[in-house]
């Protein structure tokens, strides 16, 4: 089993807030030679200490699992740098504006990167009255699907949730809808200009 919290990560958040071995222990009530052995890899706070460390180093426990800090910063307008996440085990779906440290089953995801949309993952979009019409080219068996549609503007996420056997048609409101991206199951998240993905139905017909 993996250290919750490696030495590593003690010895870089103890030094990043000037502090002392020593200045550490007595925060925590322990000894110094206490810290050193978990800096050196000696040995591991009890689970008990988490709470008390992350408060020590002014951070969520959270932060202090993962290694990664989380920084609390205004995402106004920052919504098409959105993350998204997919569980392996369950297929659940999240959503980030920002830096996040996300578990799913005791297994910790790592945000997919989109990649523009390729001939095996054709979208077509249909702007119809304030909405736009999305339809995929794209299987819905069991094994190969689209989980997940969504339309980003700079301040508004639409997400739909779609399921094995389903239709790969979804519809957002437009509203300054600036990227859209959907996941296949297989292959990975994919994204589109929605101006690009456009067709003229009169034309197709």
């Known amino acids: 089993m993996n250290q919750y919290v490696t030495a590593t990560i003690i010895k870089e958040l103890r030094e990043k807030n000037n502090m002392t071995q ?19 890899c000696h040995g591991m706070p009890d689970i008990t200490l ?23 910063a205004n995402v106004s307008s920052n919504m098409l740098r959105s993350k998204f996440y997919v569980c392996p085990v369950c297929g659940n779906v999240i959503h980030s504006m920002g830096e996040a440290a996300i578990h799913c089953h005791g297994i910790r ?13 054709m979208i077509f979009i249909e702007h119809v009255e304030d ?22 503007s700079s301040d508004d996420m639409q997400l739909i949730k779609l399921y094995p056997e389903g239709s790969a048609e979804v519809r ?6 600036r990227r859209i991206f ?23 017909c």
């Open 172 to 177: 957002f409101k437009i509203r300054g809808v």
């Open 22 to 40: 020593l200045q550490l222990a007595e925060k925590l009530g322990v000894s110094d030679k206490c810290v050193s052995k978990w800096e050196r």
């Open 131 to 152: 909405e736009y019409y999305v339809r995929i080219d794209h299987s819905m068996t069991r094994d190969h699907y689209i989980s997940f549609v969504a339309a980003a």
């Open 109 to 121: 995801l790592i945000p997919l990167e989109p990649e523009p949309t390729d001939e095996h993952h």
């Open 50 to 72: 988490l709470e008390p460390i992350a408060k020590a180093f002014r951070i969520s426990v959270t932060e202090l699992i993962s290694g990664t800090t989380i920084y609390n």
């Open 182 to 204: 959907f996941y296949c199951n297989r292959d990975g998240l994919y994204f589109i200009n929605p101006l690009k993905g456009i067709y003229d139905k009169k034309e197709c």
